[in-house]
């Protein structure tokens, strides 16, 4: 049986679509985004409660996104603010900018920390101190999809409890059916990822 298979369906009645705003997407901006997601909206005749958000890539753009008052950042439930940063390195004064976003009034959701490949144990740690910070676990991480660096970070991070959201990070769903159909999960990640689920839930519906 597939893993997803198991995976809680209860909050699956509920998406946030959050395309990447970064440098490399100068037109992403939140209007332009609007109008794509109202377009979709409007030829989208399923059951699904379709909600529109961003990830945000921590680059040189992110600044001018932040602090635009006329378009405000696109949020997951009024005030969590999805944001993500390079594979490879940290974001230049990457604290400094937490704590920005921190003073604007948003909750940060960092997506995928697994696969900073530049973090280690004790980043996790501190970047989770403050409390206003939270983790969400890319789906496809755990199966080995990424590889196995990046399947091991997840394990830690799933074991030890410092995931708080999960994401499905869908590009193409071909390539998400094929890699949920040939990895496994144990039950006891499985069960770990239910309880994500059900914060998704919480999140969204509260
Ligand atoms: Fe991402």
């Known amino acids: ?30 209007k332009f985004l ?5 377009n979709l909206i409007n030829g989208y005749a399923g059951n699904i409660d379709l909600r529109l958000a961003a990830e945000y890539m921590l680059d040189s753009s992110f600044d001018s996104h932040l602090e635009n008052r006329e378009n405000k950042p696109l949020t997951i439930a009024d ?12 974001p230049l004064n990457f604290h400094q900018t937490i704590q920005k976003i921190k003073q604007k009034g948003y909750r ?3 997506a995928h920390p697994e696969r900073y490949l530049y973090m280690d144990r004790n980043d996790y740690r501190k970047l989770k101190a403050d409390g206003f ?10 199966t ?12 830690y991070l799933l074991k030890n409890d410092f995931y708080t959201f999960t994401g499905t990070d869908i590009h193409n769903l071909e390539f998400h059916r094929q890699a949920f159909n040939i990895k496994s999960l144990t039950a ?13 839930r919480q999140l969204l519906f509260n």
């Open 133 to 142: 910070l939270f983790f969400q676990l890319n789906l496809l991480s755990p």
């Open 108 to 110: 940060i959701i960092l």
């Open 79 to 90: 005030d969590h603010l999805l944001v993500e940063t390079s594979y490879l390195n940290p």
């Open 1 to 30: 049986m597939p893993p997803w298979t198991v995976l809680n369906s209860r909050a699956c009645r509920a998406f946030y679509l959050t395309p990447h705003v970064m440098e490399n997407f100068l037109e992403n901006n939140p």
């Open 188 to 200: 006891k990640l499985t069960d770990r990822i239910n309880i994500l689920i059900e914060n998704n």
């Open 34 to 38: 609007k109008q794509h997601f109202y």
């Open 144 to 155: 080995g999809y990424y590889g196995k660096q990046v399947r091991e970070n997840a394990e």
